[in-house]
């Protein structure tokens, strides 16, 4: 099992950054991959970016490509999703997720972020 927890989200206007953290623990958590998906209210889930823990090899969605970077701290066992330049429509629930793709496994209770105009 692995368990995930996700923190950090909020309530930012358009232009600033918000930086979420997933705290990762449980057995060999450090065989998946990690990613960040996101749900906003009356869409699908979407994928977000991605990273591997064992090379630290990222992924990202076009949408979020340039303003978005995962990263991961092997110490702390916590994977990090910076948003700069947020913008209204990154308005949604963000979940934290471990799998090896395509199947994510493990899923966070996930984080508001809210991104007011």
């Known amino acids: 099992q692995v368990q995930l927890v996700e923190s950090g989200g909020g309530l930012v206007q358009a232009g600033v950054s918000l930086r979420l953290s997933c705290a990762a623990s449980g057995r060999s958590f450090t065989m998946y991959r990690m990613g960040w998906f996101r749900q906003a209210p009356g869409k699908e889930r979407e994928f977000v970016a991605a990273?591997?823990?064992?090379?630290?090899?990222?992924y990202y969605a076009d949408s979020v490509k340039g303003r978005f970077t995962i990263s991961r701290d092997n110490a702390k066992n916590t994977v990090y999703l910076q948003m700069n330049s947020l913008k209204p429509e990154d308005t949604a629930i963000y979940y934290c997720?471990?799998?090896?793709?395509?199947?994510?496994?493990?899923w966070g209770q996930g984080t508001q972020v809210t991104v007011s105009s």
């Open positions: 990273i591997s823990w064992s090379l630290g090899r990222t």
């Open positions: 997720a471990a799998g090896r793709p395509p199947q994510y496994d493990y």
